[in-house]
Structure formats: structure tokens, C-alpha cells
T-cell receptor
Framework: EAGVAQSPRYKIIEKRQSVAFWCNPI?????LYWYQQILGQGPKLLIQ????????DSQLPKDRFSAERLKGVDSTLKIQPAKLEDSAVYLC???????????FGQGTRLTVV | TQLLEQSPQFLSIQEGENLTVYCNSS?????LQWYRQEPGEGPVLLVT?????EVKKLKRLTFQFGDARKDSSLHITAAQPGDTGLYLC????????FGTGTLLAVQP
């Protein structure tokens, strides 16, 4: 069974630029999560989808971050414009049953300079 | 806002020692999940506890869910260098949130 795929693995951008991350969850997993992880800290939930609907986006900075999962499968997370404090690893995860056994991708390491 | 606090934040021990990591919250969770994350990788699930007071064992790791389903602990017996990593507890309600993390280093 293929795991959660994320791309790119690494991205370096200048502040005020825009960036997009892509995630393809495990086939059949209806729940998809995006997390932001600062080095050495726990992942912070940005947004959780159930199929193509949003379950929770209370921690998503909506003035600069957006996410979509139009067909209920893969998802994109966008930042526009980026700030220095957005430097982090962005993790995508999926699960068959909501909130149960999340499978994670390797993440995208974003550096904003 | 739901929060999961883990302690200690960092732990450096010698091979063969025992240790306990704690995960505490003021919120009630339907389940508590423990993950381990290695550098450059995403977290990987170790165990899920669902029932208050439940104890699960995974080789040298023992996990316990508090009676009120607000807290959990992870005990490692005779730690080995391969146990090194970031340990995360995850709490499930209508969403899945993670604790602050415990970075464990086991020295040979």
C-alpha cells in the first residue's frame, strides 16, 4: 500500500513570495490533515478535511494560508505572502477513520529568507 | 482551546535506564495516541488507548490512559539507542491534535 505522498520535500523562498504544497493521501482515506511543525515541537493542526469538507480550520491563518481538497482526494496548501515565521515543516496526514491512526507523509521543509 | 502538555520536554539518558513521559490536558479525549518521529520523517503511530484506565504494552513500552481520559503516560523499560526520537501524544475529539513533544536521546 502506497503511503502519503507530499511534494516538494524542500522549498526555499523569500518573504512575501507565495508557495504551494501538494499532498496525495492513502487511497480510500477520507480524512486529511495539514500540520505545521516547528523544529523540536509537536505538530500544530492547521486544517482537517473530511472528504472535501472542512472539519476544523480554527488554527489556520486565513489572511495568508489557504487549503483545498476539491475532489476529496489530493489537497494543496498555499501560503501567500510568506513570512519569516512560516519557516517550518508542513506535514500532511490521512486516516481511514476520523481522528484514528493518522499516517503521515515525510513533510515539506519550508525556509523563508 | 484544547492543549496537550508533555513532560519532560527533553530527556537524555544512558542505555538501560528506565523513563516515563507524561501527556496531560484539561480536556477529555475519545482516544489518546502515541507516535514516534525520527529526523526527516513524519510521526509513526505506536499505540492507541481508548478506555479510561487502559494499559497497553508494546515490548518494552507501556502505555496508560488516565481514568478520566484526560492524560496518559508512556513508560520505557531498559531504553536502547534505537528508542531515540521525538515522542508525541495525540488527542482525538472532533479533530486530532498533538502534544508539545518529548525529545528522547538514549546514549550507548
Amino acid at each position: 500500500e502506497a503511503g502519503v505522498a507530499q511534494s516538494p520535500r524542500y522549498k526555499i523562498i523569500e518573504k512575501r513570495q507565495s508557495v504551494a504544497f501538494w499532498c496525495n493521501p492513502i487511497s480510500g482515506h477520507a480524512t486529511l490533515y495539514w500540520y505545521q511543525q516547528i523544529l523540536g515541537q509537536g505538530p500544530k493542526l492547521l486544517i482537517q478535511f473530511q472528504n472535501n469538507g472542512v472539519v476544523d480550520d480554527s488554527q489556520l491563518p486565513k489572511d495568508r494560508f489557504s487549503a483545498e481538497r476539491l475532489k476529496g482526494v489530493d489537497s494543496t496548501l498555499k501560503i501567500q505572502p510568506a513570512k519569516l515565521e512560516d519557516s517550518a515543516v508542513y506535514l500532511c496526514a490521512s486516516s481511514l477513520v476520523p481522528q484514528v491512526e493518522a499516517f503521515f507523509g515525510q513533510g515539506t521543509r519550508l525556509t523563508v529568507v | 482551546t484544547q492543549l496537550l502538555e508533555q513532560s519532560p520536554q527533553f530527556l537524555s539518558i544512558q542505555e538501560g535506564e528506565n523513563l516515563t513521559v507524561y501527556c496531560n490536558s484539561s480536556s477529555v479525549f475519545s482516544s489518546l495516541q502515541w507516535y514516534r518521529q525520527e529526523p526527516g520523517e513524519g510521526p509513526v503511530l505506536l499505540v492507541t488507548v481508548v478506555t479510561g484506565g487502559e494499559v497497553k504494552k508494546l515490548k518494552r513500552l507501556t502505555f496508560q490512559f488516565g481514568d478520566a481520559r484526560k492524560d496518559s503516560s508512556l513508560h520505557i523499560t531498559a531504553a536502547q539507542p534505537g528508542d531515540t526520537g521525538l515522542y508525541l501524544c495525540g488527542g482525538a475529539t472532533n479533530k486530532l491534535i498533538f502534544g508539545t513533544g518529548t525529545l528522547l536521546a538514549v546514549q550507548p
